[in-house]
């Protein structure tokens, strides 16, 4: 992972390849950019030069707008770039953005200084988790093509008025624990299926919690079958690759409240016997985000050493075709025993979940998350970039929206109407997967609605549907890849701090 360091000096002095500064549009009846931030405090001379040269490129301070610049009687640094902010006022994600953007774009430097506009410690966080983020890549398979690549950058440094100020240093801190975790679900999810099956997948979750005061048990398909859990067998049935079921418990002395994190971890779907169309079916190697986003969270959650209990299940499985996989018509038991007619093998992340969902509420937690991308209508109904809320509680969905907001992440609440459970009704079993009736309508809806049938009374529960943002097929923007993205990981962080802080 790339290094990140603090230095208090004068911007135009401190070491590097490339120095990143700060603009906006100049407003009012000018045209063209103005400087902010700490390069707004150059020298009359460098400042001038900068200035004009950014005129005569036609910068516009317009967000996401780079220009570079020669640095030469301006800084230390060889090239200047310039990036765009927006006008302003700008609020965290912006900062975040921007770095991200800047530190993508001098791809291929060793050394970056970043001197962007931060006056807060969460504006120095977000623009530190930004600048991380933006240095990713992900090249464990590249052999003879690794040499064209465009290595990231290997050490950030951020300029900041004091480097010893021990808020700056936790600001910088937390940005690290959560990049990282981000990071760690990025290369889960990119890494190819077939290197990653489900054994392979609660290993890597294993290392990553080696060294933290976090326990892990396994359950392998012996112990899953001795135990009830149908949902995460038939789902597994198909593939020669068994599955399992990972609990990740984090307990700091002195914690009281309890979040329960359980995430969908399809190694890859086929989608089973209803198997799915071939076009664009290698990006399901991706259906286990969900898996993915809640053991790097527990991770962030453990390094930040948040005084909150958490436990996270991760529900794996691999939906394969063959001639022991599950049949549309099947009816399978779910942990606890309630009873699920399998109308489609492609709706498989919502039987893996129901197991989950019983078995975290064993452990009496407050609140459950889910994490999951789990149905195309989310990507139909928000996009690629913002993932559904639904909850059995107002005063939770907000919760967590509001989390998703202070960490950056689009998501949108979405309600459950209620004449969509009578769709799911089977006439051999307790519940269908999927309606008969109404298909498709309401599907991103419908999948949180089976998945309420297995949340008790009083239970506070919480569906994240990632679907549309957990993977980017498109090209690379502010500090997301193209790829595995991470998503949910830092929303979840932030609730853990909010439940820690007591206020939800």
């Not at 135009?12 to 100049?26: F, M, Q, Y």
């Not at 940005?175 to 990119?190: F, H, Q, S």
């Not at 198997?275 to 993915?292: F, Q, R, T, Y």
Request: charged fraction near 20%; aromatic fraction near 4%; include cysteine.
């Amino acid at each position: 992972m790339t290094t990140l360091a603090l230095n208090s000096a004068d911007i135009a002095t401190i070491a590097g390849d490339v120095l990143v500064v700060a603009t906006v549009p100049a407003g009012g009846r000018k045209k063209g950019a103005v400087l902010a931030g700490p390069a707004a405090g150059l020298k009359a001379a460098p400042k001038r030069k900068l200035e004009e040269a950014l005129a005569a490129l036609g910068a516009t301070g317009k967000a996401g707008d780079v220009v570079r610049v020669p640095g030469a009687g301006i800084s230390a640094a060889p090239v200047v770039v310039a990036v765009g902010l927006g006008a302003g006022p700008w609020n965290d994600e912006a900062l975040r953005r921007a770095a991200g953007n800047a530190v993508r774009s001098v791809a291929g430097s060793k050394r970056a200084v970043l001197a962007l506009p931060v006056e807060t410690a969460a504006g120095l966080d977000a623009v530190a988790q930004g600048a991380l983020l933006g240095a990713y890549s992900f090249d464990s398979f590249r052999v003879d093509s690794k040499a064209a690549q465009k290595a990231p950058v290997t050490r950030i440094t951020l300029a900041v008025a004091d480097a010893k100020d021990a808020s700056t240093v936790a600001a910088v801190a937390r940005a690290k624990a959560i990049a990282g975790a981000v990071i760690l679900a990025r290369d889960l999810v990119n890494t190819p299926a077939g290197d990653l099956p489900p054994a392979a997948l609660v290993a890597a979750a294993a290392d990553a919690v080696d060294g933290l005061s976090v326990e892990v048990e396994v359950l392998d398909e012996k112990a899953l079958a001795a135990g009830g859990y149908g949902g995460i067998l038939g789902v597994g049935k198909g593939s020669a690759n068994p599955p399992r079921l990972a609990r990740l418990a984090y307990r700091p002395e002195g914690a009281t409240a309890h979040l329960a994190l359980v995430g969908k971890g399809i190694t890859f779907d086929t989608g089973g016997i209803s198997i799915k169309p071939s076009l664009n079916m290698h990006e399901m190697k991706g259906d286990m985000g969900g898996a993915a986003a809640t053991a790097a969270a527990v991770v962030a959650i453990a390094k930040l050493g948040l005084p909150v209990n958490v436990t996270g299940y991760l529900c794996v499985a691999e939906n394969m075709p063959s001639g022991k996989a599950q049949r549309p018509g099947d009816v399978i038991r779910a942990y606890g025993g309630k009873t699920v007619e399998v109308m489609d093998t492609d709706a498989e992340g919502r039987l893996v979940l129901m197991d989950g969902l019983v078995r975290a509420q064993e452990d009496k937690p407050d609140v459950i998350v889910d994490i999951a991308t789990l149905t195309g209508a989310a990507v139909v109904a928000l996009g690629s970039r913002t993932f559904g809320i639904m909850s059995n509680d107002d005063d939770l969905r907000e919760a967590v929206h509001d989390a998703s907001k202070r960490a950056g992440e689009a998501a949108w609440p979405m309600p459950f109407p209620e004449e969509l459970r009578a769709n799911l009704d089977s006439s051999v079993a307790d519940i269908m997967n999927i309606p008969l009736v109404g298909r498709p309508h309401g599907g991103m809806m419908t999948g949180g609605i089976f998945l309420a049938e297995f949340i008790k009374d009083g239970q506070r529960w919480a569906h994240l549907d990632i679907a549309g943002p957990s993977y980017n097929a498109g090209g690379p923007h502010g500090y997301t890849p193209k790829g595995g993205t991470g998503a949910a990981v830092r929303t979840l962080v932030q609730l853990a701090e909010d439940i820690a802080d007591g206020a939800v």
